[in-house]
């Protein structure tokens, strides 16, 4: 671990500090405290550093790659059998299979062929990870995501073609414009589908997000530190 990511011990104080700050943001918003849930990002994290916000109590937590929850996560949830684990990074058809078996909530479902993909891996398993709809809210070409125009057609389309429960939308604004009214835009595009889950907001913005509807923020940083790099 880098010398800048927090000790074992600053771990679970940051922890509580973010949750703390969830539950006055959800109050200021006029909103049950029970209503916005901490992902907490593990995402180059040891699972040494992982163990110690269990340890902490913390129960949900996101990765953004496959391969690298698999090398983590087997032993990590035989452990602790009440943990859930969010992929919160793009994921390729040809790793279905292992985001199916591996995550409990899939938070990046963003086109067609992915769409018929979880849908045959689901039958063929029985397993049904809850979906959330990436919506590309900023329209960057280098960012996954359904366009903010075509999400309502994507999640009929899921629904209808593929036999898919979509329970929510997900968003990463770009990160040199003001989050707040890609939360909003969220927000509305959720609201008219009728979806009542919004993940948003991540370390610097999940106060933001929460005042704006937010049900699961992605928070990283402001817990384990600076990420480790990994080889």
Sequence with gaps: MSAESHSAAEIPERLRQ???????AAEAAGRKPSTAELVAVTKTMPAAAIE??????????????VQEAQAKWPALKALHSDLELHLIGPLQTNKVKEAVALFDVIETLDRPKLARALAEEMKRTGKRPRLFVQVNTG?????????PEET?????LCRDTFGLAIDGLMC???????????????AKLAKEIGLDELSMGMSGDFEKAIAFGATYVRVGTAIFGTRVLLD
């Design 172 to 186: 990463i604004p770009p990160l040199d414009e003001e989050p707040s009214m890609h939360f909003a835009l969220l």
């Design 18 to 24: 973010v949750k703390e700050e969830i539950v006055l």
């Design 139 to 147: 329209e960057e070409p280098q960012k996954a995501g359904i366009a």
């Design 152 to 156: 309502a057609d994507f999640v009929t």
């Design 52 to 65: 110690d916000a269990i340890e902490a109590g913390q129960r949900i937590f996101g990765e953004n790659r």
